[in-house]
Structures are given as structure tokens and as C-alpha cells.
């Protein structure tokens, strides 16, 4: 958090705490950034900071019991709010580090959590990124809805329902059909499907800190939308077993086997250069 004071002499003195990143957002300061952001325009980009910068002012004196004039932006000095002040924002266009786990969503009666990234399955992630892929080349309220009805489950007994389950009599995988609810997240409003992309995306970004050699080569979107997918048809064989049942390990079990193959096949090149300058 950082502090930022709106004065003009005579005329107000308040201090407040502002967010200096996604994870000190509250979510419904997300939810309008995400929905300003999906308005953003040439025509009205000018108007992006000065919007954000108004909704969150007024939110954190809420939040801290304070009252504010209701023309608060026309008594403060103007150029020292946007010398002050739109720097305070730039975390919002620099970089996306949003990992705070969104709230629950009520659709029709019935409550959807969210399935934190640490429990993710690689079926769950392979899903996810073909429509995230899909989304990021022809964006939709429609995949994105499928994105967040993938990301969000019902409980059952206490606990989230998982993605995949083994049916002993079937002797195979069953997938949550998660296309049953997709409809249901179209009721949720742009900006709130959009805040939970950008939750996707902040996860997804992650990994490269947890797995940096897997990720050597960056972590943008990829055109390949079945990028993972290959990766688990590399990653199939004696050690992880099929493809179905790498798609029902945990994503982290999984990223971490291939994390240290990694390593060692840096290592082997890196034997194998020295070995070759040495002759």
C-alpha cells in the first residue's frame, strides 16, 4: 500500500491508503478495472485514469470511514492529482500479478467456487488454455464464460467437486461436463468474467517464477492453443502414466516432473557444449 493525500487549503485534508498492486485490490475495484479495461477505446483511453483513479479514491474512504465531498475532484488541484495520483495506477497497465483468489459466485441459487492454482489438475489447465488461447485471438463473453466455468465448481459435501474422477467399473476417467453450467456464468457481467481472466492470467504467469526452466522461453500466448496439450503427450509414459492420468494429476506435480527434465536436459547441452569446445 501506498499513501496518497488529497488537500486544498481550507477545503479538504484526507489521507488514504491506495493499492500499489492487483493483490491490494478489492474485488469489486478489479471488477471495474477489469470492465474499464474492456471498454477502453482510443476515444475515451484519456478518460482511464482519471475513471479508476476516482472509483478507487472513493472506495478505500469507504472502506476507511472517511466522507469525501461529492466534488472532491473538482476541489483538489488538478495537476497535482495527475502528478500525484495516475503514477499510482501504472501497476494496473504494467504488469498483471493478480493471484488473490476471487470470491464465490451465487448463479441461480447455487454457489461456484473457485478452484485455487495450487489444486488445478493438468485436465482442468489443458481446458483452460485452449480457451484462454481462443479467447485471447477472438475475445467473447461466451469463452470466457466457459473459461470461468471450468475455474469454478460447485461443493459437494464440503468440497469442491473435481474435474476429473475415476469410475472403477468404467476402469477410465470422468470429466466434469462443465458445458451443463456454462450458460448460468453468462448472467455474471463482462467485467466480472474479465477480472477472472485477468486472475487466470496472473496464476498462469506465476509458474514461470515456480518453474523457470520449463517456462526458459517466456510465458506470452502461445498460437498453438494445444501447447499443453502436447506437453502431456510428452510427458506420458512409464513414470506419469497415460494421458488420462496425467490430466488428473495435480498441475504442480506435474510442472515439477517436467521442471527437473528440464534442468537436466540444460544440463546435458550445457555438458555437451564443454565437452565439444574442449576437444
Known sequence: MVSINLYQSGKIDITLQFPASWNELFPDEIIFISKTLILQNEANFKQTRPRLLKYIVESRAKAAGKKLP????????????????YPLLDFVFKENDLTKIPEPVV????????????????GEFEDAEIISNNFFKEPSDKLLASLTSILFRPKKKGIIMPYMTFNFRASS??????????????KLTPGHLYSIYIWYLGCRKQLTEIFPSVYSGGVE???????FTN???????????????IRAMKLYEFMYDMEQEAIKAIELKQEYERLRHAR
Open 107 to 122: 448463479l441461480r441459487g447455487k454457489t461456484f467456487y473457485p478452484v485455487t492454482f495450487d489444486n488445478i489438475t493438468c
Open 173 to 186: 476417467f470422468k470429466v466434469y461436463d462443465h458445458s451443463k453450467v456454462q450458460r448460468r456464468f453468462l
Open 70 to 85: 461529492k466534488t472532491w475532484m473538482t476541489v483538489v488541484d488538478k495537476e497535482q492529482m495527475v502528478i500525484d495520483g
Open 231 to 245: 506437453c502431456i503427450h510428452a510427458g506420458a509414459g512409464p513414470k506419469n502414466g497415460n494421458r488420462s492420468q
Open 221 to 227: 500466448a502461445p498460437s498453438d492453443p494445444l501447447a
